[in-house]
């Protein structure tokens, strides 16, 4: 055995063993920096989709450690030292995998996949498939072609999600510098996962840790984005909220109808243009509120009996229509969800009778409206 040869073998140990040190502890700091993130924020909005980000990263520390603790001993260990990195990558995509149901914005083609009860089966049935050869591999000792590497294939699947759903994520934020940041950590950690089924393992050990480093930094930019839409995008309260209206020329010289809304972080107006029968209809709500007498309004009942009156509101839908207007020019067309917008602001604007009479009124105080 030549001088040069030992030289080499203990270079790339010291690499190996440095790499995996440091694969241990910033992955280590990374999952409990996430979980406290969740434990502050995310636990109170009953939201599981970083704990499962914080796990998957977990599994990179483990990872770390067990390079750490095989990097010395002899090479008939490889094989077992091998199935470990594919058992924790495979834990690690199926984790990833796990949390983008909780992602608030999702992709329309594949976001109905993502958030169907199928989405266990879809993402799991792989994960058995290349977990149980993995584990068969250890055991044996022996492994047949395409199945050496079936963490990688799991992991091309995972990229594929992960890349749209993390684009979709920060360009509906409005965050595009790092929608196609993004995109290039998707793409170097495509390469490093190509690099795996060579055997260059100083190449794959320098782009492993540049995409992990980078995907642990963009999680902390999404947690980041996530805490600046929900301090940017709270419904204010009933009492906290003002409107007033507008009619003006715009540029073109068509008359606008304009609500000016304030009440939102910032104190900064936000303008809204409304169709002109959505405009008198919020409007009219605002009327009747400001003169304080009856300020009900009555919704049509269904059937063909009431065709003959006359009423405030001819169908619910109406209301819901000026909600999404309302909310398309606050955030943005499709910036916004159900829950965390549509709904909260439904109760802010609105309140119903409680005696069920079909009747609305506008829930924003007399003093908060300005005609």
């Excluded at 690499?15 to 999952?31: E, T």
């Excluded at 690099?195 to 782009?207: A, E, H, I, Q, W």
């Excluded at 609500?259 to 939102?264: D, E, K, Q, S």
Aim: hydrophobic share 50%.
């Amino acid at each position: 055995m030549s001088i040069s040869f030992l030289l080499h073998t203990n270079a790339t140990q010291d690499v190996l063993s440095f790499y995996g040190w440091w694969q241990f502890a910033v992955c280590l700091f990374g999952f409990l920096a996430l979980i406290a993130i969740w434990w502050h924020i995310g636990k109170r909005q009953n939201d599981f989709g970083q704990v499962w980000l914080a796990l998957s990263v977990l599994c990179w520390s483990i990872s770390g450690a067990l390079e750490v603790y095989f990097v010395h001993i002899q090479l008939e260990t490889s094989i077992l030292i091998d199935g470990w990195r594919s058992i924790l990558s495979l834990f690690n995509s199926l984790f990833i995998l796990l949390a983008l149901p909780w992602f608030r914005y999702l992709p329309r083609p594949i976001g109905h996949i993502i958030k169907s009860n199928y989405w266990i089966y879809i993402v799991g049935l792989p994960f058995l498939f290349s977990l149980l050869p993995t584990i068969n591999k250890m055991i044996s000792g022996r492994v047949l072609g395409i199945i050496n590497e079936l963490d990688v294939y799991y992991a091309v699947l995972t990229l594929g999600f992960l890349g749209y759903v993390l684009w979709e994520s920060f360009a509906k934020r409005r965050l595009k510098a790092l929608a196609w940041l993004s995109l290039s950590c998707i793409l170097v950690t495509l390469i490093a996962q190509g690099y795996k089924l060579t055997d260059s393992s100083v190449n794959l050990t320098l782009f492993s840790a540049i995409f992990k480093t980078s995907l642990i930094m963009l999680f902390f930019a999404l947690a980041l984005s996530w805490v600046k839409e929900l301090a940017e995008n709270v419904i204010p309260k009933p009492q906290h909220f003002h409107i007033g209206f507008q009619k003006q020329k715009n540029t073109k010289g068509k008359r606008e109808q304009l609500v000016l809304l304030r009440g939102f972080p910032g104190d900064r107006v936000r303008k809204v243009a409304l169709t002109p029968a959505l405009y008198e209809l919020l409007l009219k709500f605002a009327q009747r509120r400001k003169e304080g007498s009856d300020d009900w309004l009555e919704i049509k009942p269904k059937g063909p009996m009431f065709s003959g009156r006359n009423f405030d509101i001819n169908d619910y839908n109406e209301i819901k229509r000026l909600l999404i207007a309302l909310l398309d020019g606050i955030f943005g067309k499709e910036n916004w969800t159900r829950d965390h917008h549509l709904k909260p602001l439904k109760n802010t604007l609105f309140e119903m009778s409680e005696k069920r009479e079909r009747k609305i009124r506008l829930a924003v105080p007399p003093h908060n409206i300005s005609l």
